[in-house]
């Protein structure tokens, strides 16, 4: 089982992404169940703005393309600013817009029989709003949602800390970033045993 | 295969409802597949507000949340207010929170295995805000949302027309409601055939 | 200057409601400058579904549509589900859309010229999300949105506290209403001393 | 009267842009009534992640946050990528982000007694969440929204056409234009002669 990370935290990895801390814990437990897991930190790529799978000649994006259809998981982790996704979240989710028009050998769109989940930080509120967001997007591309697929924290109203800075609530977050992975991964099993079939609808 | 779907449309069934025309690509769909389907018509209900399994003695929610828990498979059918979803669309989801506590008799989360769709119309514009948040409730519910499970119809700015009014867009509609009844009912068998197992951060 | 209230809690009001204990800041403030204050409890009143002002013979909806149009502020108070509105918030949004074909005696949509604000309150998180849906709303509605127009209070993943069980966060949440109070009343008078005029383009 | 406009289509100005197209309807209102426009095409500039004024040497964002800091009017104009804000619109709002703890001469922040408003594109679907999400944005970060102070085209389910492909809806689409100038004009001229005066609640 292969699990792609795409962290969309605004920061290089030469600063402590809060992102980075929580998706950890489900980046361990997929570990521990002897999956493969690669990640990639988007602010440290160069990924233009766009919606085809190549942009220019300096383009990250192609190699995430691989490694996206080489997984059977795919793992969208973002902070929330204003409430919303971001930047780098959406970016990703737009260059993914290519994939809609790919088929696999019998005809089926690209990204069928894959699962996606979603982990969400923020220092105040907003995580269901970008879960559900991502979530919908990913239907769209034609990514399966498994339930309780995501997990998410953030410190309620004025909350001047992140999720780096305290304990408050880590135990949830942690529990439920597990739950998530086994779900994840129940999903991705279930569909490979038995994959959604081609159907002549698929054709439009 | 059992097959429940909530028509959230404001209107009582003695007037015509655009989301029921809509739904009945897909119910077509699912009896022609072989699987029972059950529509409630929500607004010729009575459906209190809250967030228990049963509020008041006249209360029409005990028996949708049998059938709820009775089938694999749950589709809302929402008409779009202002980008919103109904507000009868939110109502059953309300009611539908107190399933978060139930436990299926191995301890996982009652709607575990279960899969969920959307269908949206609208004479405007919203169908992808109102199917995300529907979507992203379902998977806070537990149920899973296969990819492209969805279907919608809306007719741009300024339409005054409906769906039941024109042809407009009709056979895209049509199309992707097949393709979103098959994916459900795939989805839907694969979880069957191999199911999310319990695990310890369920006890949460 | 005249305010009406709505508060969309899904309790009647035999039963505390945390939006309530919020809105109670604003209305204090609103008092406090001489402005006068009309709440209504939803729950407590018969608010059919429908897009139209009157929907049947026992429908409460026309007495607060008339408090609407003789008001200059107008605020939406709704809980949290899911991180969404309130169903009862929602209701009060589609029997507004009616709204839009009044006009006012110089030809101007009837809500022109008020004044618009949001509270919310969640045990966990989405106020931002639900903020966005019903300002954006309002501004469908024709009402202007102030900056800081609203206030806030959830308590981060897991909470199992609501506003009314703790003291955590209160005083942002205060402060803010009061700011947000004081928007209202300022942008309303900046209205009222400078209405928007009537131009050809709302005959559309 | 000075108006900054923010063009955040993910194609540079050497390709046409939808955006651009339905924004023109409101810059030539604009400049008709005499307001100064100016007009950042977003994708041509280098605008890094980030959430301060002033992210690393070569960032174009400085010169775009005296313009704003400069105008009356800011209009945020944004493509729909999956029913969400294109990743530049999101770009856009988190640099805005750091404006929230500039204050003016009189202590109050920065943008206050500012309009803002939204223009949206998309081929299919989402137009009112987008302008939901950024009208949101702008008055978490103090920016005062009038009443139909948006407009937006999209051309409903499976459409393969924009803006500039047809002529499907434009007259809706720039007369609602005209409304929103004529809008966000009007509570930048209350404004400026009422404007929101400092309380002490602004100093959190």
């Known amino acids: 089982m292969k699990v792609t990370i795409l962290n969309c935290s605004l920061k290089k990895s030469a600063e402590p992404s809060n992102t980075a801390a929580l998706l950890k814990e489900m980046t361990d ?21 766009g919606v085809k799978t190549k942009m220019g000649d300096s ?28 930047s780098l979240a ?7 817009d290519a994939m809609i028009s ?3 050998d ?35 591309l034609g990514l399966t949602v498994p339930g309780h697929s995501y997990t998410f924290w953030n410190k309620g109203p004025n909350a001047s800390e992140n999720y780096l800075d305290t304990d408050y609530g880590h135990e949830w977050s942690r529990n439920t970033g597990h739950m998530a992975a086994h779900n994840l991964l129940s999903v991705a099993k279930a569909l490979e045993a038995s994959p959604i079939p081609f159907h002549k609808s698929m054709k439009q």
């Open 29 to 49: 437990f997929f570990k521990q169940e002897g999956a493969e897991t690669v990640t990639f930190r988007i602010a440290d790529l160069e990924i233009p703005p």
């Open 59 to 86: 383009d990250d994006w192609p190699a995430i393309h691989e490694h996206i259809t080489g997984s059977q998981i795919v793992i969208i982790g973002s902070p929330t600013w204003m409430g919303i996704l971001s």
């Open 102 to 104: 790919e088929t696999d």
């Open 106 to 140: 019998q005809g089926r769109p690209i990204l069928y029989n894959r699962v996606g989940g979603v982990v969400v930080t923020g220092n105040q509120d907003g995580a269901k709003h970008v879960m559900s967001d991502i979530a919908g997007a990913l239907v769209q």
């Open 90 to 96: 959406q970016r990703v989710l737009e260059r993914m």
